[in-house]
Structure formats: C-alpha cells, structure tokens
C-alpha cells in the first residue's frame, strides 16, 4: 500500500490521526495531515483505509 495526500484539500479534522496514528500526524502550525509512512507496514492497512474514508476532504488516496 502507498498513502498519498493532497494537502491543499485538507481541512484539518483530524479524523485521520484518530483512525491510524502510527501512519497520520498534523502539522502544528494549521492541522494539515502528514503522512508518518507513506508505504505502512501490513498490519496497519485496515486503519489506513478507515482513515482514508473518514477524511471528510477526501484528501488521502491509497494505491497498491
């Protein structure tokens, strides 16, 4: 899995970090996602996709 982010579409609600926080933290400064692995080990996927779909910006996308 690889996790990308269109950081501009974020809106900061943090639904991401709640759901996976291994692999999504926010920037300080304005609540924007970064991403903490953008190839997460296995066991963390079902988090990573729960957090993909939480994102009320749409803003994370997942690829193989």
């Given at each position: ?16 970090v ?7 933290d ?18 963390t ?5 729960e ?5 009320p910006?749409?803003a994370?996308?997942?690829?193989s």
């Open positions: 899995m690889r996790i990308t982010v269109e950081a501009d579409k974020c809106c900061g609600a943090g639904q991401c709640l759901a996976a926080p291994e692999v999504f926010q920037r300080d400064e304005d609540g924007t996602v970064v991403v903490l692995d953008e190839a997460p080990p296995e066991e996927h079902p988090a990573v996709r957090a993909a779909q939480l994102c910006a749409a994370i996308a997942l690829s």
